[in-house]
């Protein structure tokens, strides 16, 4: 049976991007490989089953052009106004929290932020189909 065991981006400074992702969301390095032109760097919470695949490659100096193709990344936390507070405590520059709610039933309470390489992220409010 297929399963979905990681997802990989290309980041410019590797250790700020693993502070990121390891102050904000509290994953933690569950492999380093290092080759002469680039290092990966997997990263993984206590609650997840996948993995966040960093590629570092050692020559780069400009940042990535993430195009038109990328959408985002999506968290769910159990308390997004917490979680907010934190990110905000962090100095990041944090979106607003947005209802989704057509037809007055909340279908998804999230926020945008963005990682240090530009990536978009959504952290949404765990409920309904986001757990």
């Keep these: 049976m297929p399963k979905i065991i990681h997802t990989m981006i290309r980041v410019l400074d590797l250790d700020k991007s693993q502070q990121f992702y390891q102050q904000l969301f509290e994953l933690e390095e569950t492999n380093r490989l290092v080759f002469p032109e680039f290092t990966l760097l997997y990263l993984k919470g206590k609650h997840n089953d996948m993995e966040l695949e960093l590629t570092a490659n050692h020559s780069r100096t400009t940042p990535y052009d993430l ?51 530009g990536y978009q992220i959504e952290v949404l409010e765990r409920h309904g189909h986001y757990q």
Excluded: E, M, W
């Design 67 to 117: 195009g038109d193709g990328y959408g985002h990344l999506a968290f769910c936390v159990d308390d997004l106004a917490k979680f907010h507070v934190k990110a905000q405590n962090l100095g990041l520059d944090v979106g607003d929290i947005v209802k989704f709610k057509p037809a007055d039933t909340v279908i998804a309470t999230f926020f945008f932020i963005h990682d240090p390489d």
